[in-house]
C-alpha cells in the first residue's frame, strides 16, 4: 500500500517562503504523475502544480506561477514544492497525489489522481 506523507506546513508572514515536501512510502508506479492541490477554508479542493513522470515537464495554475517550484527527485524525498513570496490567500491545506492514469487534459483535476496524503496546514498571516 501506498502512503503520501506531507511536511514542511506552518505558520508564515507575507512575503516569506516555504518548501513544502511529500514524503512517498510503498511501492508505487514511478511513471505516475504526481502533483500538488490545496484547500483553501471553505472552499473546494484546487491545483497548484504538477511534474511529469520524468520530470521534463512543470505545470502551475495561474496563482501561483513564477513563485513556486515543484520537483521531484526519487532517490531522496520524491516530491516538493518551494512556494515564495506567500499572501494570505495561499492559507490552505496542502495536498501531494499521485495519478496513474492522468493526461494532460486531466491533470489540474482532483479527480485524475488516486493516492492523496493527509495534507499539511499553510496559514500566510501578519
Known amino acids: 500500500q501506498v502512503h503520501l506523507v506531507e511536511s514542511g506546513g506552518g505558520l508564515v508572514q507575507p512575503g516569506d517562503s516555504l518548501k513544502l515536501s511529500c514524503a512517498i512510502s510503498?511501492?508505487?508506479?514511478?511513471?505516475?504523475?504526481r502533483a500538488w492541490f490545496r484547500q483553501p477554508p471553505g472552499k473546494e479542493r484546487e491545483f497548484v502544480a504538477a511534474?511529469?513522470?520524468?520530470?521534463?515537464?512543470?505545470y502551475y495554475a495561474d496563482s501561483v506561477k513564477g513563485r513556486s517550484i515543484i520537483s521531484k527527485d526519487d532517490a531522496r524525498n520524491p516530491l516538493t514544492l518551494q512556494l515564495n513570496s506567500l499572501k494570505p490567500d495561499d492559507t490552505a491545506v496542502y495536498y501531494c497525489?499521485?495519478?496513474?492514469?492522468?493526461?494532460?487534459?486531466?491533470?489540474?483535476?482532483?479527480?485524475?489522481?488516486?493516492?492523496w496524503g493527509q495534507g499539511t496546514q499553510v496559514i500566510v498571516s501578519s
Open positions: 497525489a499521485l495519478g496513474e492514469r492522468v493526461i494532460s487534459s486531466t491533470l489540474r483535476l482532483p479527480s485524475a489522481y488516486n493516492i
Open positions: 510503498g511501492r508505487f508506479d514511478r511513471s505516475a504523475a
Open positions: 511534474i511529469s513522470r520524468t520530470g521534463g515537464y512543470t
